[in-house]
């Protein structure tokens, strides 16, 4: 602790050097805050196009205000929270998490003393599931638990953020098998040598929430879970399910570590707390759980078959929607080639479709070295269709382009910039 004592001579100021954390190279940087900034523009000149131009009652007005609330709500609002917060929001701990699009999360409302096998001895023996990661594996189970109707305890939860990390793992427990209702929590590593504030050193913190239905979020106004307001009963329920399996977990209780509050998540939902901050100490709970003749705790990996396809990471959600809008591009050109071959449309016609067709194949490998992480070739592709938005966008505001397949095409333009130069992508691509 600091003293400060009367001074016996006049004070000097004394500043220490501000050590700064290593950062991406600042071209990359400054290429990158660019792109993100056209490509908000970009999505905005496009949502209002297709605002004005669904105004007249028809059927493809209609489709046309589908496509913009799409636009709106999945591409427009999370672009322009992710510039703002990364402005105005501050990276340091405070006590909440951060959604992908830099928005305030869920609280942290736990902290945890012991080892990663004691949380996942402590956790399965309490009648926790881990939740998978978000892998091809996974991908396939919630497909197959749509089609089927049956149940997928080990659901992957959404990511949120603390310390610039997604979550390390996760435990959730379905309420009467519904997935619309489920209790679960995150936990993440604390970084080597950190304190919380007033210097209490743990290993963990968590954070609870219990999902009570699906609905409209009201800050992106996409579908999602809403969680329950009252966090602390989740923290409480979280603690005591643990103890009740294994009593001599001890816990104790920092009073007050933050000011109790009302607020939103990111996704609008309320959330309230008292502020209190407990800390489990599960340490010895995988020795424990060895001794009363249960299953060792597992690896978040360790259970799963060793496919080694399956098991890997999925690149973030934007890849795929871009390789599959490439696909149809693709097929498109390929059949109005082979109705050229056939005499059904003209020759310009015909090399419109080649152009795109060669347009697509190298989109193709641009998307597959971007995938690759080769970094270079995701900017190169961010060129590509800032240039392609720039000019599809003119040619739709001044005429010279109409119909819904132009602008189905400009929209797939400005989609590249956006998902290019969102943050899952960026990170992903300079690793």
Not at 139 to 166: C, D, M, Q
Not at 351 to 359: D, F, I, N, R, W
Request: proline share 4%; net charge negative; aromatic share 10%.
């Amino acid at each position: 602790m600091k003293h400060y004592p009367v001074p016996d001579e006049p004070p000097v100021y004394i500043s220490k050097p501000v050590v700064v954390a290593d950062r991406p190279s600042f071209i990359y940087s400054l290429l990158d805050s660019v792109f993100a900034g056209i490509g908000l523009i970009l999505t905005f000149w496009f949502a209002g196009f297709l605002f004005l131009s669904g105004l007249e009652f028809n059927w493809t007005s209609i489709l046309l205000l589908i496509i913009f609330w799409l636009t709106l709500t999945y591409l427009a609002l999370p672009r322009l929270h992710q510039i703002f917060t990364t402005m105005y929001l501050p990276d340091y701990f405070m006590a909440r998490t951060k959604t992908g699009d830099g928005l305030l999360g869920d609280p942290i409302n736990l902290a945890v003393l012991g080892s990663e096998e004691d949380i996942h001895a402590a956790m399965r023996r309490a009648d926790w599931t881990q939740a998978d990661e978000i892998t091809l594996r996974s991908a396939l189970g919630i497909v197959r638990s749509s089609l089927t109707g049956k149940s997928y305890p080990e659901a992957p939860v959404s990511s949120l953020y603390l310390f610039g990390n997604k979550q390390d793992f996760a435990y959730q427990q379905e309420v009467d098998g519904n997935a619309s209702q489920r209790h679960h929590v995150r936990f993440w590593k604390v970084p080597e040598g950190w304190q919380l504030p007033g210097g209490e050193r743990v290993d963990w913190l968590a954070g609870g929430t219990y999902d009570k239905s699906v609905g409209v979020s009201t800050m992106t106004l996409q579908i999602t879970h809403k969680i329950d307001a009252d966090v602390d009963a989740e923290r409480d329920y979280i603690i005591d399910t643990v103890r009740y399996q294994d009593p001599q977990c001890e816990v104790r209780v920092i009073e007050q570590f933050s000011t109790s509050f009302y607020d939103r998540n990111g996704g609008g939902d309320a959330v309230q707390t008292d502020g209190d901050l407990p800390i489990l100490d599960v340490s010895g709970a995988a020795d424990r759980a060895v001794k009363a003749g249960l299953e060792p705790a597992r690896n978040s990996k360790e259970d799963l078959d060793q496919n080694d396809v399956l098991n890997q990471e999925l690149p973030p959600r934007q890849f795929a929607l871009v390789g599959a809008f490439l696909g149809i591009e693709a097929v498109i050109a390929v059949i109005a080639l082979l109705l050229g071959l056939a005499g059904q449309i003209n020759s310009e016609e015909m090399s419109t479709a080649g152009y795109a067709l060669t347009a697509s194949i190298i989109q193709a490998i641009l998307l597959f070295l971007a995938i690759r992480r080769f970094n270079w070739a995701r900017l190169l592709l961010l060129t590509l269709s800032t240039i392609a938005a720039i000019i599809g966008l003119i040619g739709l505001t001044i005429g010279e382009l109409s119909g819904i397949i132009a602008t189905i095409q400009v929209g797939f333009s400005v989609l590249l910039v956006l998902a290019f130069s969102a943050n899952s992508v960026r990170q992903w691509s300079s690793t």
